[in-house]
T-cell receptor
Framework: DAGITQSPRHKVTETGTPVTLRCHQT?????MYWYRQDPGHGLRLIHY???????DKGEVSDGYSVSRSKTEDFLLTLESATSSQTSVYFC?????????????FGPGTRLTVT | DAKTTQPNSMESNEEEPVHLPCNHS???????IHWYRQLPSQGPEYVIH???SNVNNRMASLAIAEDRKSSTLILHRATLRDAAVYYC?????????????FGTGTRLTIIP
């Protein structure tokens, strides 16, 4: 299994509070991604990174920001959480030779905003 | 972006082959066809990918139509552990940007 972890695995927070989710990899992969998964929508890309300090927006980036200060960590921040951001969040990695075409996914973080 | 169309759900008997179809009529010449699956309460996992030729690996086979407007994922002998949501995805690759666009997939149920 690819060395990718997410923390926390579960979180309940109140509307209006800031939340940061962490994705950590031990594979030295170049690309990292944040997705959210909601019933009826499959997985939707929030933001992705193609290197340290290099990030770009995905399909559903409003309300989210990301940072990548080192190769192994990709942080997703909800500046002011809303109930519509209740979801399961998955981090993924890809991009070294031998696995260029595969994305490896983390176990997910279940976030509930009350 | 090119889209894919899959049936919402399929059923198959255990130990029989399963053919999961995918239509991608607007595929471009450089789009790779990827398949991922998601087991219950887990993140998606890579299954197989191809460009023009049929592909085989230890998990499955991928049959790609000659015009590339459709493809079929083949599980040769389904087991209960193959019950999952299967996603057919066109990999949009532009100067190394490895974005994947997921649809809602096909939920495969295996009948014992």
């Amino acid at each position: 299994d690819a060395g990718i972890t997410q923390s926390p695995r579960h979180k309940v927070t109140e509307t209006g509070t800031p939340v940061t989710l962490r994705c950590h990899q031990t594979e030295n992969h170049r690309y990292m991604y944040w997705y959210r998964q909601d019933p009826g929508h499959g997985l939707r890309l929030i933001h992705y990174s193609y290197g340290v300090k290099d990030t770009d927006k995905g399909e559903v980036s409003d309300g989210y920001s990301v940072s990548r200060s080192k190769t192994e960590d990709f942080l997703l921040t909800l500046e002011s959480a809303t109930s519509s951001q209740t979801s399961v969040y998955f981090c993924a990695i890809s991009g070294t030779s031998g696995s260029l075409y595969e994305q490896y996914f983390g176990p997910g973080t279940r976030l509930t905003v009350t | 972006d090119a889209k894919t169309t899959q049936p919402n759900s399929m059923e198959s008997n255990e130990e029989e082959p399963v053919h999961l179809p995918c239509n991608h009529s607007t595929i471009s010449g450089t789009d790779y066809i990827h398949w991922y699956r998601q087991l219950p309460s887990q993140g998606p996992e890579y299954v197989i990918h191809g460009l023009t030729s049929n592909v085989n690996n230890r998990m499955a086979s991928l049959a790609i139509a000659e015009d590339r407007k459709s493809s079929t994922l083949i599980l040769h002998r389904a087991t209960l552990r193959d019950a999952a949501v299967y996603y057919c995805i066109l990999r949009i690759s532009n100067f190394g940007n490895e974005k994947l666009t997921f649809g809602t997939g096909t939920r495969l149920t295996i009948i014992p």
